[in-house]
């Protein structure tokens, strides 16, 4: 059973444009929900995360929206650029347990 | 963040054959690191859970006898594959949790190829 389900499986965007990509749970245990970016051939790089005790995370162009009685977690990248072309993984986690969606393949194009 | 490495960064080996992955968390002790597998244009599957001085903890499906994880100290756990066969071509990683706090940091990743 997949614990957190992410769509879309992939993404086109115009640079300039806004990617948003969304992911949804079931398990109200979770309490920490990041975000991570994998480059081909290297490993995920944590970008961002957030606590259920808030709405809304930004940290430059990248900001994570909360949902918490919706049990929904979004990931926005802001004017995208064709650097952010990578995949990107969202994950929910309780304790040691860390749960992982299945990816978006983002495409940003000049 | 915590810095984690692997080595090798890519490894050819005949049918057969094992192969020892290193991964090292360089600027902490980690009592807890993971093991993951990534076929292409996938998600990452956890393979195993290392603890530092006890046995691993695997995965459902995952052999114990192939997959050998030993954590012999707070900076180095080692995933040996034992007689490697083509289907265990895949992308490894590992990945130490920071001490007290939820964040995951992930190696750059193990290519092994089997021919």
């Known amino acids: 059973q997949q614990q957190v389900k992410q769509s879309p499986q992939s993404l086109i965007v115009q640079k300039g444009g806004i990617s948003i990509i969304n992911c949804a749970y079931e398990?109200?245990?979770?309490?920490?929900f990041p975000w991570y970016q994998q480059f081909p051939g290297k490993g995920p790089a944590l970008l961002i995360a957030?606590?259920?005790?808030?709405s809304e995370k930004k940290e430059g162009r990248f900001t994570i929206s909360f949902n918490k009685s919706a049990k929904q977690f979004s990931l926005h990248i802001m004017d995208s650029q064709p650097g952010d072309s990578a995949t990107y993984f969202c994950?929910?986690?309780?304790?040691?347990?860390?749960?992982f969606g299945t990816g978006t393949s983002l495409t940003v194009i000049p | 963040g915590a810095v984690v490495s692997q080595h090798p960064s890519w490894v050819i080996c005949k049918s057969g054959t094992s192969v020892k992955i290193e991964c090292r968390s360089l600027?902490?002790?980690?009592?807890?690191m993971f093991w993951y597998r990534q076929f292409p244009k996938q998600s990452l599957m956890l393979m195993a859970t290392?603890?530092?001085?006890?046995?691993?903890?695997?995965e459902q499906g995952v052999e114990k006898d192939k997959f050998l994880i030993n954590h012999a100290s707070l900076t180095l756990s080692t995933l040996t594959v034992t007689s490697a066969h083509p289907e265990d071509s895949s992308f490894y990683i590992c990945?130490?949790?920071?001490?007290?706090?939820?964040?995951?940091?992930f190696g750059p990743g193990t290519r092994l190829t089997v021919l």
């Open positions: 600027d902490f002790q980690a009592t807890t």
């Open positions: 290392s603890n530092e001085g006890s046995k691993a903890t695997y």
């Open positions: 398990n109200t245990a979770f309490d920490y």
């Open positions: 990945s130490v949790v920071a001490g007290g706090s939820w964040e995951q940091f």
């Open positions: 957030i606590r259920p005790d808030v």
């Open positions: 994950a929910a986690t309780s304790g040691n347990q860390f749960y």
